[in-house]
């Protein structure tokens, strides 16, 4: 009998939470009275007659030295020594673990090495796992030495192992979920609702039909609210103890980083609302210097007599400590980068336009190939919708060109969203919100600029839905109470396109569509499996940051509601949005070409044309997705040497099954899913995954703050309509539109929270990992993916380089612009900013963590 020697990696409880002392010293008693933490090695080579088919189980062994060994709370991980008795006659190899922790709080395991076991070196395992005390497990925790392998290569004696660990994650479907559960399982969007608050609070359950469809969430197991058995009940409105499995919850850097983000947000909308109580106009800003002055100068307090008065109104001791009485400016938000350089270079129609191809939503511009712009609802319910805007609007500022020529040259484009958001305009109209369906057109220049033509604002019909829509057509003018109009139509058709990008680009297409897959992922495909392995490190976080949304972000009455056009129809809205989601139209070069933005040609690049040569989103995200699409075809084809094998995966095939019959259950019978039944399927959905939850979400989540920041450029709600001639608004328009723009677009408390949420949204965590990152080096023992994936950084590094010289090139109008901000949201991973975190508007992560 020999020993094998082995090294530990955990993080104790304590040093997350430093006020749990009781906890490790209670830890230590135990371990004095043998409740220790045992790890027991599972052979994969031979079988235990007593036990099936399973693998023969060696002699447990303590890790040690647990009571002497001193853990300074400032320090992470610590290492602990552990030794196993070896029978020499056996051979045998560990091919997995069962660990057992009798102590009395959790733990957090890193990984487990074995050094030098005879006849095969050395054994990694990379566990990542939170380990909870034995007893609150109805099963053995179970972790697989870092080979990977498809379910047929699984050793014999370790497979029953693998197939009862995903049993084990996919629970029964019963029952409240707990901290230490580890189940993955699905439910519908049925948590937003807070019925005991009354009507005006009440929400239509997402998912489960055809009327209102939507991607499944993780399930809590909550019970249902007791005022309404559709909705689920809720926690405490600011409890950040959603259940998700405990593995999928952000780890303490993340945590203590996105409090700190959430508290700063919380003081910053409370410190301009005491403000704003000695305002001349509640809620108002006065003036653009007053909105500056959240970025310049701070918020000037009342007196003191003033704030004693809201200090002493305030709920918790921890605000009303920071509320200073002594006068002081303070709680100036970041300069947002679009008026860093310049104030007043975001009013331009060069800027205006610009931004639907390098802004915070560059993915909703497409080429238009007909006119007029013709609408998609269906006439019998809608009337007719087709636009009014005529040739005589556009002719006169398209350089001579008839609109059959410039169709003709693909020379016009719009920005519509006309038909998204028409449905709702009655009811969005019957509350404060005041607003249009907007239609934009623009004209390509021969320097690749966009410039406007026109924007066509429509409402629904007085005498009701079915007699179409009533429109108004307004073009470019710079003088007097026109150019005033003018900027005013321009911030209507921006207050569509900020809802359009918070609820559906940003939330729906990437938040919520990417949640079905990490679950199913979990449940059906081992930590063992390549898929499993090729993916996990893209769902970082995600589960997590969906749940604080739903908690208080999406759910009636909270922030995004408050702060995004649509109010309570929010989430209803972007419903009708997922009836029209395509998971292959996700590939960036199908979205492209759907949207007539490029054309397919083998000898371009990417084997596209781009119909804007300088389209900042769609050039680095085809280096970015070329890339990606290559990486992931190199490791696929590594495990999968033929469609046969893809075929016969029996994990990889439920996989699939459950996504779409699951996780998208509600579009199920669509004919577009991708069968799975070759290579190219595979690789063709992997690809897709990992665009959408690193690059496409860096696109549309990183730039919020750098643009929307500062709310004059992307404001997110009006509340008043274009002023017509002969009232008292037109009027207060020739008189004063400064102020008039102001009182039209997000008031003073809306726009405060609205920058709160967007800044924090906007901020990398300090611990971000980025695409072409792994938070370990030895993810697996394959030489060659290992080798792929080294490879796949290197491009990354010279992709970025490449962007760099783009956004250098002066030529190139549309990558810098007249607010002179690079495009830097594909960065993908430089490590500069990979350690700085914060608000840098660039670095795509590996995954949707914010």
């Given at each position: 009998?020999?020993?094998i020697k082995?090294?530990?990696?955990?993080?104790?409880?304590?040093?997350?939470?430093?006020?749990?002392?009781t906890?490790?010293l209670?830890?230590?008693?135990?371990?004095?009275?043998g409740?220790?933490?045992?790890?027991?090695?599972?052979?994969?080579?031979?079988v235990?007659?007593a036990?099936?088919?399973?693998?023969k189980?060696?002699?447990?062994?303590?890790?040690e030295?647990?009571?002497?060994?001193?853990?300074?709370?400032?320090?992470?991980?610590?290492?602990?020594?552990?030794?196993?008795?070896?029978?020499?006659?056996?051979?045998?190899?560990?091919?997995?673990?069962i660990i057992?922790?009798?102590?009395h709080?959790?733990?957090?395991?890193?990984?487990?090495?074995?050094e030098?076991?005879?006849?095969?070196g050395?054994?990694?395992?990379?566990?990542?796992?939170?380990?909870?005390?034995?007893?609150?497990?109805?099963?053995?925790r179970?972790?697989?030495?870092?080979?990977?392998?498809?379910?047929?290569?699984?050793?014999?004696?370790?497979?029953?192992?693998?197939?009862?660990e995903?049993?084990?994650l996919?629970?029964?479907?019963k029952?409240?979920l707990?901290?230490?559960?580890?189940?993955?399982?699905y439910?519908?969007?049925?948590?937003?609702?807070?019925?005991?608050?009354?009507p005006h609070?009440?929400?239509?359950?997402?998912?489960?039909?055809?009327h209102?469809?939507?991607?499944?969430?993780?399930r809590?197991?909550?019970?249902?609210?007791?005022?309404?058995?559709?909705?689920?009940?809720?926690?405490?409105l600011?409890?950040?103890?959603i259940?998700?499995?405990?593995d999928?919850?952000?780890?303490?850097?993340?945590f203590?980083?996105?409090?700190?983000?959430?508290l700063?947000s919380?003081?910053?909308?409370?410190?301009?609302?005491?403000?704003?109580?000695c305002?001349?106009t509640?809620?108002e800003?006065?003036?653009?210097?007053?909105?500056?002055?959240?970025?310049?100068?701070?918020?000037?307090?009342?007196s003191d007599?003033?704030i004693k008065?809201i200090r002493?109104?305030?709920?918790?001791?921890?605000?009303?400590?920071?509320?200073?009485?002594?006068g002081?400016?303070?709680?100036?938000?970041?300069?947002?980068?679009?008026?860093?350089e310049?104030?007043s270079?975001?009013?331009?129609?060069?800027?205006?336009?610009?931004?639907?191809?390098?802004?915070?939503?560059?993915i909703?511009?497409?080429?238009?190939?007909?006119?007029?712009?013709?609408?998609?609802?269906?006439?019998?319910?809608y009337?007719?919708q087709?636009?009014?805007?005529?040739?005589?609007?556009?002719?006169?500022?398209m350089n001579?060109?008839?609109?059959e020529?410039?169709l003709?040259h693909?020379k016009l484009?719009?920005?519509?969203?006309?038909?998204?958001?028409?449905?709702?305009?009655g009811?969005?109209?019957?509350?404060?919100?005041?607003?249009?369906?907007?239609?934009t057109?623009?004209?390509?220049?021969?320097?690749?600029?966009l410039?406007?033509?026109?924007?066509?604002?429509?409402?629904?019909?007085?005498?009701g839905?079915?007699?179409?829509?009533?429109?108004k057509?307004?073009t470019?003018?710079?003088?007097?109470?026109?150019?005033?109009?003018?900027?005013?139509?321009?911030?209507?058709?921006?207050?569509?396109?900020?809802?359009?990008?918070?609820?559906?680009?940003?939330?729906?297409?990437?938040?919520?569509?990417i949640?079905?897959?990490?679950?199913?992922t979990?449940?059906?495909?081992?930590?063992a499996?390549?898929?499993h392995?090729?993916?996990?490190?893209?769902?970082?976080?995600?589960?997590?940051?969906?749940?604080?949304?739903?908690q208080?972000?999406?759910?009636a009455?909270?922030v995004?509601?408050?702060?995004?056009?649509?109010?309570?129809?929010?989430m209803?809205?972007?419903?009708?949005?997922?009836?029209?989601?395509?998971?292959?139209?996700?590939?960036l070069?199908?979205?492209?070409?759907?949207?007539?933005?490029?054309v397919?040609?083998?000898?371009?690049?990417?084997g596209?044309k781009l119909?804007i040569?300088?389209?900042p989103?769609?050039?680095?995200?085809?280096?970015?997705?070329?890339?990606?699409?290559?990486?992931?075809?190199?490791?696929?084809n590594?495990?999968y040497?033929?469609?046969?094998a893809?075929?016969?995966?029996a994990?990889?095939?439920?996989?699939?099954?459950?996504?779409?019959?699951?996780?998208?259950?509600d579009?199920?019978?669509?004919?577009?899913?991708p069968?799975?039944?070759?290579?190219?399927?595979?690789?063709?959905?992997?690809?897709?995954?990992?665009?959408i939850?690193?690059?496409?979400?860096?696109?549309v989540?990183?730039?919020?703050?750098?643009?929307?920041?500062?709310?004059?450029?992307?404001?997110?709600?009006?509340?008043?309509?274009?002023?017509?001639?002969?009232t008292?608004?037109?009027?207060?328009?020739?008189?004063?539109?400064?102020?008039a723009?102001?009182?039209?677009?997000?008031?003073?408390?809306?726009?405060?929270?609205?920058?709160?949420?967007?800044?924090?949204?906007?901020?990398?965590?300090?611990?971000?990992?980025?695409l072409?990152?792994r938070?370990t080096?030895?993810?697996?023992?394959?030489?060659?993916?290992?080798?792929?994936?080294?490879?796949?950084?290197?491009?990354?590094?010279?992709?970025?380089?490449?962007?760099?010289?783009?956004?250098?090139?002066?030529?190139?109008?549309?990558?810098?612009?007249?607010?002179?901000?690079?495009?830097?949201l594909?960065y993908?991973?430089?490590?500069d900013?990979?350690?700085?975190?914060?608000?840098?508007?660039k670095?795509?992560?590996?995954?949707?963590?914010?």
């Amino acid at each position: 009998m020999m020993m094998i020697k082995g090294t530990v990696v955990l993080m104790k409880k304590n040093v997350l939470d430093m006020n749990d002392f009781t906890a490790s010293l209670l830890d230590r008693v135990y371990e004095l009275f043998g409740r220790g933490v045992s790890l027991q090695l599972i052979s994969a080579v031979s079988v235990d007659p007593a036990n099936g088919t399973k693998g023969k189980l060696w002699k447990p062994a303590n890790l040690e030295k647990w009571v002497t060994k001193i853990t300074p709370l400032s320090t992470g991980d610590v290492t602990f020594s552990v030794t196993f008795e070896w029978d020499e006659s056996s051979m045998d190899v560990p091919g997995a673990f069962i660990i057992k922790n009798k102590h009395h709080s959790q733990f957090y395991l890193r990984t487990v090495t074995l050094e030098d076991v005879p006849g095969h070196g050395r054994v990694h395992f990379v566990c990542n796992s939170w380990i909870y005390p034995t007893h609150r497990y109805k099963f053995d925790r179970v972790f697989f030495s870092n080979k990977t392998c498809l379910p047929c290569q699984m050793p014999e004696p370790l497979r029953e192992y693998r197939e009862q660990e995903l049993v084990n994650l996919r629970g029964d479907g019963k029952g409240t979920l707990q901290e230490w559960d580890r189940i993955y399982d699905y439910d519908l969007y049925n948590d937003l609702a807070m019925p005991e608050k009354g009507p005006h609070h009440h929400r239509p359950v997402l998912g489960g039909s055809s009327h209102l469809p939507y991607p499944r969430r993780g399930r809590t197991g909550r019970k249902p609210h007791k005022q309404d058995s559709r909705t689920e009940s809720r926690l405490f409105l600011l409890s950040l103890n959603i259940y998700v499995p405990r593995d999928e919850r952000f780890n303490s850097v993340k945590f203590s980083d996105f409090v700190a983000y959430a508290l700063k947000s919380l003081f910053q909308v409370l410190v301009p609302e005491i403000a704003a109580l000695c305002d001349k106009t509640i809620n108002e800003f006065d003036s653009f210097q007053d909105v500056l002055d959240l970025y310049e100068g701070g918020i000037k307090l009342p007196s003191d007599a003033t704030i004693k008065k809201i200090r002493d109104c305030l709920p918790w001791e921890m605000i009303r400590e920071l509320v200073r009485n002594d006068g002081e400016r303070l709680m100036k938000f970041p300069m947002p980068a679009v008026i860093k350089e310049d104030r007043s270079a975001w009013r331009s129609d060069e800027e205006f336009a610009r931004e639907t191809l390098a802004g915070v939503n560059p993915i909703i511009i497409s080429r238009l190939e007909e006119f007029p712009p013709a609408s998609k609802l269906d006439p019998k319910e809608y009337g007719n919708q087709k636009s009014t805007i005529t040739r005589e609007h556009i002719e006169c500022n398209m350089n001579g060109l008839t609109v059959e020529e410039a169709l003709k040259h693909n020379k016009l484009f719009i920005l519509n969203h006309h038909d998204a958001f028409m449905p709702y305009l009655g009811r969005i109209n019957s509350t404060a919100t005041k607003t249009y369906a907007a239609r934009t057109l623009f004209f390509l220049q021969d320097d690749d600029t966009l410039k406007p033509l026109a924007i066509e604002l429509s409402l629904p019909h007085p005498q009701g839905d079915s007699h179409g829509a009533v429109s108004k057509v307004f073009t470019p003018a710079e003088d007097s109470v026109e150019g005033s109009i003018w900027q005013l139509a321009k911030a209507y058709a921006a207050v569509n396109d900020s809802g359009y990008h918070q609820l559906v680009s940003h939330w729906l297409n990437s938040h919520a569509v990417i949640e079905p897959f990490i679950i199913a992922t979990h449940r059906q495909l081992s930590v063992a499996h390549p898929i499993h392995k090729l993916l996990h490190p893209h769902f970082r976080d995600t589960m997590n940051i969906n749940a604080l949304a739903r908690q208080t972000l999406i759910n009636a009455g909270g922030v995004l509601e408050l702060t995004v056009f649509p109010g309570k129809y929010s989430m209803e809205m972007s419903s009708a949005m997922y009836k029209n989601w395509v998971f292959t139209d996700q590939a960036l070069p199908v979205d492209l070409i759907k949207r007539g933005m490029a054309v397919p040609d083998s000898s371009c690049p990417h084997g596209l044309k781009l119909m804007i040569n300088d389209y900042p989103y769609a050039v680095d995200g085809l280096e970015i997705w070329s890339a990606i699409e290559t990486w992931v075809t190199e490791y696929c084809n590594f495990y999968y040497p033929s469609n046969e094998a893809v075929k016969h995966d029996a994990e990889l095939q439920s996989w699939w099954s459950e996504i779409k019959n699951e996780g998208h259950g509600d579009l199920k019978n669509q004919s577009w899913w991708p069968v799975m039944n070759t290579r190219a399927d595979l690789i063709q959905t992997c690809t897709i995954i990992i665009w959408i939850a690193s690059a496409f979400h860096a696109a549309v989540n990183f730039g919020q703050y750098p643009y929307a920041g500062y709310l004059p450029n992307r404001p997110t709600v009006s509340r008043s309509f274009m002023p017509e001639q002969g009232t008292d608004e037109y009027e207060e328009l020739k008189e004063d539109p400064d102020l008039a723009f102001l009182k039209t677009i997000t008031a003073q408390f809306q726009t405060v929270l609205g920058i709160s949420l967007i800044e924090v949204l906007s901020r990398h965590s300090t611990d971000e990992i980025y695409l072409g990152q792994r938070d370990t080096e030895e993810w697996t023992t394959d030489e060659e993916p290992l080798a792929a994936f080294d490879r796949f950084g290197k491009e990354l590094v010279e992709i970025e380089r490449r962007i760099m010289e783009r956004n250098n090139d002066g030529e190139l109008k549309n990558r810098v612009g007249p607010v002179k901000i690079p495009y830097m949201l594909m960065y993908p991973n430089t490590s500069d900013y990979s350690r700085e975190g914060g608000l840098t508007g660039k670095g795509i992560p590996n995954s949707i963590s914010i």
